[in-house]
């Protein structure tokens, strides 16, 4: 997206990476920190840690899950929901002892959900269930003990559900550590994998990706990310060069280009720190990365990327544990979710823009915001013609004079199509722990 804004005779592109003028002249901005001003962080009353995994249906509404009992003052049992004002118990929760790791959607708002648990009252699954709005229900018998956990879960457009972790058996169907259900029962992909799987992503041809502590997929060496398209398995670069160390999470934008987060210091032979991206040939890295670990993505559709973890900086910004990667540099959430014992292990973005995040995160300073368990990001209003200009003048490396020629073609595009501003938002297919 390119915001035009009449400035002082300049008609300035606000956009990711640079500014523009109406000559197209770039003012490059690569290695600075250009904020929206108008941002801010909020609590959101959730009053816990212990989160784990984020999501939102197709009318915007917020699910958490995790380890945590409780969702402000309401008894929520590892599940909640957000309406916008207040926290709900969904069903009850999760009611025998154990966690939530993996949240996701189907195209009909069916919840799935997924983790390390007894079965619900009234289901047989083990460690994965689904919420229909009303009630719980089985998906068979779920994995076959409670030494199994279910880390991550994926859905592609025909609805068939994806669900990967640590585990050999599901719903009687030898699978290891992947398998998918079809909405009848549950079927292995290939012979699966060997080591823990963490992250699942698809993309648009319904290439599944999956990756963690993986050695082997298919019986083939892939080195802790592979790809299924199908029928068989593959590894991610040539010489199955994936990362040096282990993957926790995945995400796929519109263009089909893959971020791969974790905690390694090398992709495919390229120096990365804990996160890199794959284009479909090459591995490259996200300018000079974080300063250690990456749990997980979210996406805007703005070509945002933004990342939570467990980090002190992101290209060298300080930015605790939360960041956003627009292409070109790294950008701080002001200072982030300040502390070192908090953890940012979930991120969402909802229908108009604002970036929820969750995790570890008890009494944490977010912007001069005292949060915990869960905070957003408000977006903000563009920045008003005077905040460009007060940005532009603190960036020293503005190297192009923009022209007070451009006045002229300014009135003509603010009178042929003004100035907004639109979000957009589409359902994430993946969820990683």
Same mark, same amino acid.
């Given at each position: ?15 990711? $990476? @640079? ?48 380890? =945590? ?18 926290? +709900? ?52 018998? $779920?994995?076959?003990?409670? %030494?199994?956990?279910? +880390? ?30 079809? !909405? ?13 799987? =963490? ?18 997929? @298919? ?17 991610? !670069? ?77 290209? @060298?910004?300080?930015? +605790? ?18 502390? %070192? ?16 995040? @969750? ?29 460009? &200009? &007060? %940005? ?16 002229? =073609? ?18 994430? &297919?993946?969820?990683?722990?």
């Amino acid at each position: 997206m390119m915001l035009w804004i009449l400035a002082a005779g300049w008609l300035l592109g606000w956009g990711n $990476g @640079g500014i523009v003028s109406a000559e197209n002249h770039l003012i490059p901005t690569t290695g600075h920190s250009f904020q929206d001003p108008n941002s801010t962080w909020s609590d959101l009353g959730f009053n816990s840690d212990g989160v784990v995994t984020m999501a939102h249906n197709s009318s915007g509404s917020l699910f958490v899950g995790g380890d =945590f009992e409780s969702a402000g003052d309401v008894t929520t049992n590892d599940l909640a929901h957000w309406d916008g004002v207040n926290w +709900h118990a969904v069903g009850g929760g999760i009611e025998a002892v154990g966690n939530v790791n993996a949240l996701v959607f189907d195209s009909n708002d069916n919840l799935y959900v997924a983790g390390q648990f007894a079965p619900q009252s009234g289901t047989t699954s083990r460690s994965i269930v689904m919420w229909d709005g009303t009630i719980w229900q089985s998906l068979s018998t $779920g994995v076959d003990t409670s %030494q199994n956990v279910i +880390h991550a879960l994926a859905i592609d457009d025909a609805d068939n559900l994806y669900a990967a972790g640590v585990f050999q058996t599901i719903g009687g169907v030898a699978a290891s550590n992947i398998a998918m259900w079809n !909405g009848n029962g549950w079927s292995a992909l290939g012979s699966g994998t060997f080591g823990a799987i =963490f992250a699942l992503a698809l993309d648009s041809d319904s290439n599944l990706y999956a990756a963690g502590n993986i050695a082997t997929a @298919g019986g083939t060496s892939v080195n802790r990310i592979a790809k299924w398209d199908g029928a068989n398995w593959s590894p991610v !670069g040539e010489d199955s060069n994936g990362t040096d160390g282990p993957i926790r999470a995945l995400a796929i934008d519109s263009s089909d280009v893959l971020y791969v987060g974790g905690a390694f210091s090398n992709a495919g032979g390229v120096a990365v720190n804990s996160v890199a991206q794959w284009g479909g040939t090459d591995w490259s890295a996200l300018g000079s990365g974080v300063s250690f670990a990456v749990e997980e993505f979210g996406l805007d559709m703005n070509a945002n990327v933004y990342v939570g973890g467990n980090f002190a900086t992101a290209g @060298g910004t300080t930015s +605790h544990n939360v960041a956003r990667w627009d292409g070109n540099s790294w950008h701080g959430l002001a200072s982030g979710i300040g502390g %070192q014992n908090n953890d940012v292990s979930a991120l969402t973005l909802d229908i108009d823009g604002n970036l929820y995040v @969750g995790g570890d995160i008890q009494g944490a300073t977010a912007g001069g915001t005292t949060v915990t368990g869960v905070a957003r990001w408000n977006s903000g209003s563009p920045p008003t013609a005077v905040q460009m &200009q &007060q %940005q532009i003048a603190t960036t020293p490396n503005v190297t192009t004079i923009l022209s007070i020629h451009s006045l002229a =073609f300014a009135m003509l595009m603010a009178i042929s199509i003004g100035v907004h501003r639109q979000w957009k938002w589409s359902k994430c &297919q993946y969820t990683s722990a």
